[in-house]
């Protein structure tokens, strides 16, 4: 197996070759007996010279062959001009466009073999590339069996991993957080069955780049990095496919910076996208049609997990998103959404007329004692603080306070509710300058809390206003 340190090597340049290579149409390339030989095409070129120059108007084809049992490491150094082209075809049949400016460029191939095709027309196109074949790496497997009732599985830091599901496997994938790995992704080799011998999905970086997910035909998906132990900062998430088989597009996003922008395109069906994070999220923008709606999954993607449904009207801007595991799903149209981990310029916890959104327990709607979540409100005004308990989550010990108070801070109503005092359903309006919503698990295994809430202005707070402004009327009018 190879060191990513003597891989990243091979990104040194040298020095100019000015020969013109014509090549042949078809050639077949296959590694020496003992494989430790490197393949290198033009013969002679290697990774310290400038990539040569091909002749125009000619077709250029290798067909590379793979030991079974071993992978081929590729590195590609092209400049290709349009129309001319460069690909390879995979293992599989699926074919992959060469960067055009495409330095040191990795490609990890399987078993029985691969293929490197070349079109020049009348543009200038220079290509070297170099053969070497390794051992697919022994590691021990780890397994996991993923349920349609269970959240999915994230990993990060990933190695060889056996995914079995009760009907079949979904895999998702974020890209890398370290740029210069990017490439390097396409070591993540993923399989549609239980090992190695099975059929070619592809690779990380194709995840990555199609914006959907890789489903398995069977129970079984296997994965292997054949940089084992190495970190190449990804991501990825595996759950069974009937908890997401209705969307049209799913994927993760890495939204690693303190805001990112996220689109949705649901033209030709539901589109889906997820975001993990270990830190508080806000929701700060979300654009959508008329008839469109947005849905918000905590965990696992069943109806009872929704946390919100925006429309075109709501008003649940900012909202913050404090779930692992959380997925937007678009069912028509295209949305913008922005997202920040940025508190301080948020404004969460501001009240103003027209506000809406909900309160939630981090790990609401599966079973644990890290569920406490305290938020209070408050703003230059009076307001109606109108909240509706969704998921009240108290069992045992657990609490849930709803508290008003006044612009001096003293309580104006404070509602505890516990096993012998259970919440209404019904929606409860109560005015206030600020108020507070406290859920405490006290150590109870519980489902957690989800409470809608929306913010208006008051009778008082309008008449209070209206007369004001008909006193400075008076006074224009002396």
């Known amino acids: 197996m190879f060191s990513l340190c003597v891989i990243l090597f091979f990104a040194i340049p040298g020095v100019s070759s000015e020969v013109e290579i014509a ?22 070129w290697n990774t310290s010279l400038s990539p040569p120059t091909y002749l125009s108007n000619q077709d250029c084809r290798w067909d590379v062959q793979v030991p079974q049992g071993y992978y081929a490491y590729v590195i590609i150094n092209s400049q290709i001009v349009t129309p001319s082209t460069l690909k390879v075809v995979y293992q599989n049949g699926v074919n992959e466009d060469v960067p055009q400016s495409g330095h040191a460029e990795p490609y990890f191939m399987i078993a029985p073999s691969f293929s490197i095709i070349l079109s ?54 974020a890209d890398t957080q370290w740029a210069d790995f990017a490439s390097f992704l396409r070591c993540f080799i993923v399989f549609d069955g239980p090992d190695t011998n099975s059929t070619l999905i592809g690779n990380l970086r194709q995840l990555v780049d ?57 033209h030709e069906g539901t589109s889906a996208v997820v975001t993990i994070s270990n830190n508080d999220r806000y ?34 801007i900012p909202q ?57 409100f408050d703003g230059n005004d009076y307001y109606n603080y109108t909240t509706k308990v969704i998921n009240h989550g108290i069992i045992g010990k657990a609490t849930l306070q709803i ?17 012998g ?21 006290n150590g109870e295994n519980t489902t957690g809390v989800l409470v809608d809430f929306s913010i208006s202005t008051t009778e008082s707070s309008a008449m209070t206003c209206f007369v004001w402004l008909s006193f400075v009327i008076t006074l224009l009018h002396i």
Request: glycine share 4%; with cysteine.
């Open 23 to 44: 090549c042949n149409r078809n050639n077949n390339l296959s590694p020496e007996k003992n494989l430790s030989e490197s393949i290198s095409v033009p013969t002679g």
């Open 120 to 173: 020049v027309s009348n543009s200038t196109v220079n290509l070297g590339f170099v053969i070497t074949y390794a051992k697919m790496p022994e590691v021990q497997m780890e397994q996991y069996n993923l349920s349609s009732s269970a959240n999915p599985v994230v990993l990060a830091n990933l190695n060889s991993t056996l995914f079995t599901s009760s009907d079949r496997v979904s895999l998702i994938a």
């Open 210 to 266: 199609s914006y959907n997910q890789f489903v398995s035909t069977n129970s079984h998906m296997r994965i292997v990095n054949l940089f084992a132990g190495v970190d190449l900062g990804t991501m990825i998430v595996a759950q069974s496919y009937s908890n997401v088989k209705n969307f049209n597009q799913y994927r993760l996003t890495s939204c690693r910076s303190t805001s990112c922008n996220v689109q949705l395109v649901a």
């Open 283 to 316: 929701l700060t923008g979300c654009s959508l049609a008329e008839n469109s709606k947005l849905k918000i999954y905590y965990g696992n993607i069943k109806d009872e997990n929704i946390v919100y449904t925006y429309n075109s009207n709501s008003s649940g």
């Open 320 to 376: 913050k998103l404090n779930n692992y595991i959380t997925t937007f799903a678009l069912d028509s149209g295209s949305s913008l959404l922005k997202i920040s981990s940025f508190s301080q310029s948020v404004d969460w916890n501001l009240s103003y007329d027209k506000r809406q959104g909900f309160i939630s327990s981090p790990k609401f709607n599966e079973l644990s004692t890290n569920q406490d979540v305290t938020e209070t």
């Open 403 to 419: 508290t008003t108070y006044d612009s001096s801070n003293k309580v104006v109503d404070d509602k505890i509710y516990s096993t």
């Open 421 to 441: 005092k259970l919440p209404s359903s019904d929606t409860t309006i109560q005015p206030g300058k600020s108020f507070s919503i406290i859920y405490k698990s």
